[in-house]
């Protein structure tokens, strides 16, 4: 069975930089130091995981962390989700984003965890710099800082070195498997984890300055789709989706793909990254435009079935939907592990 959702991010403005301030003092951040693993040697397209758990006496009315990474970071608290960034900025000036996550903090043992993203290379709209994590937490009567005493580890992401696009980010492989059941969580054992390496104060090159977000942070929400238009499946066609009429069509807002027998999305051979098999095509409504990271569920039979999805956005004028950018994949793929699971895509 699998289910699809799309976390929508809304920016209140089309700006997508920062302002501008001047390099920061050493100790401007609490002592926060930039920070990474020991595979610093060339790294591209790599996803890791940093941790940290820290006591508090009592939950406090406010609690701002300033927060950035080289390339991106997706931030969780207490196992919530809370948000992304930063703001595409060159490294010279990376943007630093301030959220307030006292929300999110509860009395005793709490957890903050970061998935970093470091592509590597040059892309639009991001200039290349170097793989690093940054963040300082200030509560009322401490400061929680990155530095050596965070965990860290790989993620469950692999690399393709398949891109959709020479301007964007590689296409994402997740394997479920590999992903550490709980561990945004304060009562996860991260005892197997390394400890980070320290790169260097705030100001360190290649981000010597730090500019604030001046513009709004992203907004995000789970929608589902409003119906789905058609499913198809096609007879010989390993890189197109043929449609057909449509099949379903015009269900009652918000009734979603559950009813739909969603075990129709799965693919259960290789059908994008090599060329091979035949696939599913499902079209899905939205009622409107939107931008977002798919997250899919699954609940597999065993380990290591293969889910390769394609993103089309539209019918050409011979009725097919495309999963081609620019003579590229647009497509990601999914290695699942037996039982259920919910895997989201990191990019945009």
């Known amino acids: 069975m699998t289910k699809i959702g799309i976390v929508i991010g809304l920016i209140g403005t089309l700006a997508t930089s920062c302002g501008t301030m001047a390099a920061p003092l050493p100790n401007s951040y609490g002592g926060a130091k930039w920070i990474w693993s020991d595979d610093q040697v060339n790294v591209r397209d790599s996803y ?24 991106e970071y997706r931030l969780f608290v207490n196992g919530a989700y809370v948000g992304r960034g930063p703001a595409p900025n060159p490294p010279s000036n990376i943007c630093l984003d301030t959220q307030d996550i006292s929300g999110f903090l509860k009395t005793g043992n709490n957890t903050i965890g970061v998935i970093v993203y470091h592509l590597g290379i040059p892309s639009f709209p991001r200039i290349q710099g170097k793989a690093g994590f940054f963040a300082s937490l200030t509560l009322p009567n401490a400061t929680v800082v990155s530095d050596a005493s965070w965990r860290t580890r790989k993620a469950w992401w692999t690399p393709t070195d398949m891109k959709f696009s020479p301007f964007r980010e ?31 104060e705030a100001n360190v090159a290649p981000w010597t300055a730090f500019s604030e977000r001046d513009i709004p942070l992203p907004y995000h929400r789970m929608t589902t ?17 043929k449609a057909t009429p449509p099949m379903l069509a015009s269900l009652p807002k918000g009734t979603g793909p559950d009813s739909l027998h969603p075990e129709s999305l799965l693919l259960p051979r290789g059908l994008l990254m ?4 035949v696939g599913i095509a499902v079209a899905v409504d939205f009622g409107g435009e939107v931008s977002g990271y798919p997250e899919f569920s699954f609940n597999s039979r065993a380990d290591g079935v293969l889910v390769d999805v394609g993103y089309g956005e539209g019918l050409d004028k011979n009725g097919h939907i495309s999963v081609m950018r620019q003579g590229n994949p647009d497509a990601d793929r999914f290695i699942l592990r037996k039982g259920s699971q919910t895997l989201r895509i990191f990019h945009h």
């Open 48 to 71: 890791r995981l940093f941790r940290k758990t820290f006591s508090i006496a009592r939950k406090p009315s406010k609690a701002l962390i300033k927060i950035t990474a080289d390339s």
């Open 274 to 277: 090599n060329g091979t098999g």
């Open 225 to 241: 789709p409003n119906s789905i238009l058609f499913t198809s499946v096609p007879e010989k066609e390993p890189t197109t989706q």
């Open 170 to 200: 590689y296409c994402e492989c997740l394997n479920g498997a590999d992903e550490p059941i709980g561990w945004t969580e304060s009562t996860f054992d991260d005892k197997a984890w390394g400890n980070a390496v320290e790169l260097g």
